[in-house]
């Protein structure tokens, strides 16, 4: 076990809490397993009527993964390890989403990449005040996986495909206004919310109770430039889109993906279009997976977390360099089934 994940249970409840506070409550693969095991140990245990997700002391929910190990793996095991980081983390972002006992999500705070994997699954996401949700994976040349592809796939109109490209940040209201959030609620409620879920009360009536009407959603006010410019699923077709919109959210909204990976724009795109026509979760983890087997081991990776992360040049020489670089072949390569005893299964049930 880890004391990166404070796990125990509160009268009615298992709780969760991610104590990673210096890393933004990163995950970690012990972090990951600590998790599956305690909701394996709480489904078999009738004490326990709902599960509470949440993080401990700082300011995140939880940043994301562990870039710095995947790096690593990246770089000097041929992305063994990393693998196998993927492969468990996924089966955990499996086993809240089919998880027999109501999972409350408290999201109050920085939410992105793995944090999105771990609160997304969950019956009841809970935002605030604070909430920062994201997938800014095409940034650092990976693509938004830990379910991004189910989730954002259908999202209403193309704000998934809008997400999933430029990273955007959503705040609490706009999380609600989304569907990404079923509830908002301001963060000194959260813990009277907690106590109540953790008294026996029902997670939804406590919820809806507590709940607070939030400010203006300001992407709203951009819902019909982000429909029709991110409507095609064909990368080339949105860049031309927005270059012919002389106003300055198309003019800003182009400079932000000219700095992201043309490589994971177009395996977002495509990952998007094929989750949308699925119909099990464990099917996107699958397809997931071998994405993630593949990238990782791609240069835009390392390259990526070098230039956004690691040295903070934000300079990153992407290859190919350009979308019309990213071939369908490379893309064929990249979404191929893995060798027989490769492919991602998810926890025995």
Same mark, same amino acid.
């Given at each position: 076990?880890?004391d990166?994940v404070?796990?125990?249970?509160?009268?009615?409840?298992?709780?969760?809490?991610?104590?990673?506070p210096?890393?933004?409550?990163?995950?970690?693969?012990?972090?990951?397993?600590?998790? #599956?095991?305690?909701?394996?140990?709480?489904?078999?245990?009738?004490?326990?009527?709902?599960?509470?997700?949440?993080?401990?002391?700082?300011?995140g929910?939880?940043?994301?993964?562990?870039i710095?190990?995947?790096?690593n793996?990246?770089?000097?095991?041929?992305?063994?390890?990393g693998r196998?980081?993927f492969?468990?983390?996924?089966?955990?972002?499996?086993?809240?989403?089919?998880?027999?006992?109501?999972?409350?999500?408290?999201?109050?705070?920085?939410?992105?990449?793995?944090?999105? +994997?771990?609160?997304?699954?969950a019956?009841?996401?809970?935002?605030?005040?604070?909430?920062?949700?994201?997938?800014?994976?095409?940034?650092? +040349?990976?693509?938004?996986?830990?379910?991004?592809?189910?989730?954002?796939?259908?999202?209403?109109?193309?704000l +998934?495909?809008?997400?999933?490209?430029?990273?955007a940040?959503?705040?609490?209201?706009e999380?609600?206004?989304?569907?990404?959030?079923?509830?908002?609620l301001?963060?000194?409620?959260?813990?009277?919310?907690?106590?109540?879920?953790?008294? +026996?009360?029902?997670?939804?009536?406590?919820?809806?109770?507590?709940?607070?009407?939030?400010?203006?959603?300001?992407?709203?006010?951009n819902?019909?430039?982000?429909?029709?410019?991110?409507?095609?699923?064909?990368?080339?077709?949105?860049?031309?889109?927005?270059?012919?919109?002389?106003?300055?959210?198309?003019?800003?909204?182009?400079?932000?993906?000219?700095?992201?990976?043309?490589?994971?724009?177009?395996?977002a795109?495509?990952?998007?279009?094929?989750?949308?026509?699925?119909?099990?979760?464990?099917?996107?983890?699958?397809?997931?997976?071998?994405?993630?087997?593949?990238?990782?081991?791609?240069?835009d990776f390392?390259?990526?977390?070098?230039?956004?992360?690691?040295?903070?040049?934000?300079?990153?020489?992407?290859?190919?360099?350009?979308?019309?670089g990213?071939?369908?072949?490379?893309?064929?390569?990249?979404?191929?089934?893995?060798?027989?005893?490769?492919?991602?299964?998810?926890?025995? #049930?």
């Amino acid at each position: 076990m880890t004391d990166e994940v404070l796990s125990s249970t509160e009268g009615a409840a298992g709780r969760l809490s991610l104590n990673r506070p210096k890393a933004l409550h990163a995950l970690t693969l012990e972090m990951c397993h600590a998790m #599956s095991a305690a909701l394996m140990q709480w489904a078999s245990d009738d004490a326990v009527k709902a599960i509470i997700v949440d993080h401990a002391d700082g300011r995140g929910f939880c940043a994301g993964g562990d870039i710095a190990f995947l790096r690593n793996s990246a770089l000097n095991d041929g992305g063994v390890s990393g693998r196998k980081f993927f492969h468990d983390e996924y089966q955990l972002n499996h086993q809240l989403f089919t998880y027999a006992k109501p999972v409350v999500a408290f999201v109050d705070g920085v939410t992105m990449g793995g944090g999105v +994997g771990i609160s997304q699954p969950a019956k009841y996401r809970v935002a605030t005040e604070n909430t920062r949700l994201a997938m800014p994976e095409t940034g650092i +040349g990976l693509f938004p996986d830990v379910g991004g592809g189910w989730y954002l796939s259908r999202l209403q109109g193309r704000l +998934g495909q809008f997400l999933a490209l430029t990273g955007a940040r959503l705040d609490g209201a706009e999380c609600l206004w989304a569907g990404l959030a079923t509830h908002y609620l301001p963060s000194e409620r959260l813990e009277e919310a907690k106590a109540r879920i953790a008294a +026996g009360h029902e997670p939804g009536g406590v919820l809806s109770a507590l709940s607070a009407s939030p400010p203006e959603a300001r992407i709203e006010n951009n819902y019909s430039a982000i429909r029709k410019h991110f409507a095609s699923d064909r990368y080339e077709d949105i860049l031309a889109s927005l270059e012919a919109d002389s106003s300055e959210w198309a003019a800003k909204e182009l400079a932000t993906l000219s700095t992201k990976s043309p490589q994971t724009c177009k395996v977002a795109l495509r990952q998007l279009a094929e989750s949308a026509k699925l119909t099990d979760f464990a099917d996107n983890m699958r397809m997931e997976y071998r994405i993630a087997s593949r990238v990782l081991v791609r240069p835009d990776f390392a390259e990526g977390v070098r230039a956004v992360i690691t040295d903070k040049t934000n300079d990153p020489k992407w290859d190919p360099a350009t979308p019309e670089g990213v071939t369908e072949d490379l893309l064929d390569s990249i979404f191929a089934p893995l060798p027989e005893g490769e492919e991602w299964v998810p926890l025995p #049930s």
